[in-house]
């Protein structure tokens, strides 16, 4: 079903206007009106661009809102946006070839991402200056003698070397230097990576009340009808979405699923992000038991466990019942399932702790605490533990601080 969608507000001074009218053109054109699939597609996902809202141009998104797939398909086995991505750039080609060959603007979907850019058709190029080696001419000589072949050769072999050398030099000085944020997450926008979030089971429902699932209850009773799992928390949903911008902002993906969907012969070969605390995401439960912090919970109480205090650490980090203005998460970066891959934890007692913890890592000032104690000098992250402590107001995390943080 089509969007109606309409062109964003402003007059010509509007940077996006001629961005929209672009999209217009192309969706009026012959080509795009036999194909209305296509078509909706582009409107849809030109929509997002504008707005400047990449987390809504998610596979996910437009399977829901394009081809009216259920929310929570599986897009593993069901490629219908993939399939028609692929069909829309080449419409796209096709039209800026043809009928809009005198377009100024150019629109674009690179590929393994969904959001349009636009560029100028005569975009030009800026190509970093390049150190050049100046070599002199030797002084006139009225007896000068020919060289014989072989230093010739190994003249011309030392003068490439050099060129090289300063070529590489000239690359290093025009590199751009990478932050904390992309240092702490290079492994994971590198790939492939698989976000897990929790999705725990619950008793009764929207009208009678929903109750956690007894302890040692497992997917089975879903299909009798004895649980519920299509609930998660708002922290795990505003998590995603954070990871999201991360990752669109580095032209890279993640597969999304919830846990219990898991397929560990696939989870294996990937880089693994947990979302959620192991009593609502039990794929942790596939991690090796060496964790130094441990969630533990008691009669109307939730806490974090530091088996091996270091001094000015607690031994237990618990937050207040009533009233709830506070919440401690588990951040923790391990070895994945096989060698070469890592695992990322992001374990709050409550969903705005996770939440909290996850926004803590996409934000310079925080992962800058991290690589001040985990950071290694050849850039790279050492496997760590930590504790974050979030205070919270009218609902929603305001500001983290790192308690804890042990190294392996």
């Not at 560029?119 to 007896?143: F, G, K, Q, Y």
């Amino acid at each position: 079903m089509e969007r109606p969608l309409q062109a964003p507000e402003g007059s010509e001074a509007n940077p996006y206007s001629r961005q929209w009218a672009l999209v217009e053109r192309i969706a009026a054109s012959p080509s795009f009106q036999s194909s209305p699939r296509l078509r909706n597609f582009l409107l849809y996902v030109a929509d997002c661009a504008v707005r400047d809202a990449p987390g809504e141009a998610t596979e996910q998104h437009i399977g829901i809102h394009v081809f009216q797939r259920a929310p929570g398909y599986n897009s593993s086995e069901d490629n219908i946006v993939r399939t028609n991505a692929r069909l829309l750039r080449q419409k796209l080609a096709e039209y800026f070839s043809q009928e809009g060959k005198q377009e100024e603007i150019i629109l674009e979907i690179p590929k393994g991402h969904y959001l349009p850019v636009f560029r100028s058709r005569n975009l030009p190029v800026e190509i970093a200056p390049r150190p050049v080696l100046v070599v002199a001419a030797p002084p006139a000589s009225t007896s000068a003698r020919r060289m014989p072949p072989g230093w010739t050769v190994a003249a011309l072999a030392l003068l490439c070397v050099a060129l090289a050398v300063a070529g590489i030099y000239g690359w290093k000085l025009h590199r751009a230097p990478q932050s904390a944020v992309d240092r702490f997450w290079a492994p994971f926008i590198a790939g492939p990576s698989l976000v897990i979030y929790s999705d725990a089971l619950f008793v009764g429902d929207s009208t009678t009340g929903l109750r956690y699932a007894p302890r040692g209850a497992d997917q089975s009773g879903i299909l009798s009808g004895n649980y519920v799992d299509t609930y998660t928390g708002i922290g795990e949903v505003a998590s995603v979405y954070d990871l999201t911008r991360l990752f669109d902002s580095h032209r890279a993906q993640f597969t999304l699923k919830r846990s219990p969907l898991v397929a560990w012969d696939e989870a294996r070969t990937q880089n693994l992000i947990f979302i959620g605390s192991v009593a609502e995401n039990p794929s942790l439960r596939v991690l090796p038991d060496v964790m130094n912090f441990s969630l533990t919970s008691g009669d109307g109480w939730a806490g974090i466990v530091n088996r091996q205090p270091k001094p000015g650490e607690l031994a237990l980090y618990s937050r207040p019942e009533h009233p709830l203005t506070r919440d401690y998460a588990i951040l923790a970066l391990v070895p994945g399932l096989e060698q070469g891959r890592k695992a990322l934890i992001f374990s709050g007692l409550m969903t705005m702790g996770t939440q909290a913890a996850v926004e803590f890592t996409c934000r310079p000032e925080g992962v800058q605490q991290i690589l001040r104690v985990a950071g290694a000098p050849d850039g790279s992250v050492r496997p760590f533990e930590a504790v974050l402590e979030t205070t919270l107001g009218g609902g929603v995390p305001l500001e983290t601080r790192l308690v804890a943080i042990h190294v392996r």
